[in-house]
């Protein structure tokens, strides 16, 4: 017979700290000024920008300090912000461009 293992111990609750407040102000002003402000080039590279502050504090921030922006390792974590940076950008130019035309 087996014994039942126990439960693993829960996970530490992560604070989110002040550069993923930063980051997630920016974005959300972005998306705001997007949707209320009808403006979709500004508030989209607004919304781009934010993910690039982002990848900068990661790559920035110590370690104990950057709290929610943390999910792999400092070099992956900046990259792949960074690359969601430059897809919103992107996306956003391509969308302006073609109702411009």
């Known amino acids: ?5 126990p439960p693993p111990p829960p996970r530490p609750r992560i604070a989110l700290g002040a550069g993923w407040w ?3 102000a920016v ?3 972005g998306l705001a000024w997007l949707v209320v402000g009808d403006a979709l080039l ?3 590279l607004m ?3 934010g993910f690039a502050l982002a990848a900068v504090l990661r790559l920035v921030l110590p370690e104990d300090r950057i709290g929610g922006l ?11 912000q960074a690359g969601t940076a ?3 950008a992107a ?7 073609r109702e411009a035309a």
């Open 27 to 29: 974005v959300l002003a």
């Open 70 to 80: 943390h999910m792999r390792g400092p070099r992956f974590d900046a990259a792949f």
């Open 86 to 88: 430059l897809a919103v």
């Open 42 to 44: 500004g508030g989209g």
């Open 91 to 97: 996306a956003v130019v391509l969308v302006w461009l």
């Open 47 to 49: 919304m781009a920008a």
């Open 1 to 5: 017979m087996s014994t039942a293992t």
């Open 22 to 24: 930063c980051a997630a």
